[in-house]
């Protein structure tokens, strides 16, 4: 299929989702790490999600008779605080809407409305992480970090003396 536009946005935005899918798994062991389980917890279910996602993208790409490169747009970074840990995310959802944005458009100028079905339904799935990153950030500033980190971390365990 001569789609030379939407296999390269394919292309694109899978090595795009395999990029956040390890970030979410970076981050996810970074606060497990900080003893921060609960939102590790989160992260890994957004690294499953974002693996949903390179995988819909790599069958797609396989559809259109692509050549699928499994390589990351960029190399996951490691977040040396919780802020930055949300900004880096947020700044990756608005790139990664913006361009699935973009494509949808391509895909239909192509003639290829399976393509242009794909980048707006992943596009929607990344509206609600940006939002979700955005309610963080903001619950992040007014709570301050301690009681932020308070509500993320698991209840101690109480040990019965029972003998």
């Not at 798994?25 to 693996?51: F, P, S, T, Y």
């Not at 993208?57 to 605080?81: C, D, I, N, Q, Y």
Request: aromatic fraction near 6%; glycine fraction near 4%.
């Amino acid at each position: 299929m001569n789609k030379p536009i939407t296999k390269q946005n394919l292309q694109t935005a899978l090595s795009m989702e395999l990029t956040a899918m390890h970030q979410y798994q970076l981050h996810a062991c970074v606060l497990d790490d900080w003893g921060m389980d609960l939102l590790a917890a989160k992260m890994r279910e957004e690294m499953m999600e974002e693996m949903g996602h390179s995988e819909a993208f790599l069958v797609r790409l396989l559809f259109l008779k692509g050549e699928p490169r499994v390589e990351h747009a960029k190399l996951p970074k490691r977040a040396t605080s919780l802020k930055e840990m949300f900004e880096l995310d947020l700044a990756d959802e608005t790139e990664a809407i913006e361009f699935y944005s973009k494509a949808s458009v391509e895909a239909a100028q192509e003639g290829d409305i399976g393509g242009r079905l794909l980048f707006e339904r992943i596009a929607l799935d990344e509206e609600g992480h940006m939002s979700w990153l955005e309610l963080q950030l903001d619950l992040l500033k007014r709570m301050g970090e301690p009681a932020y980190i308070a509500k993320h971390m698991p209840a101690p365990t109480t040990h019965s003396s029972a003998e």
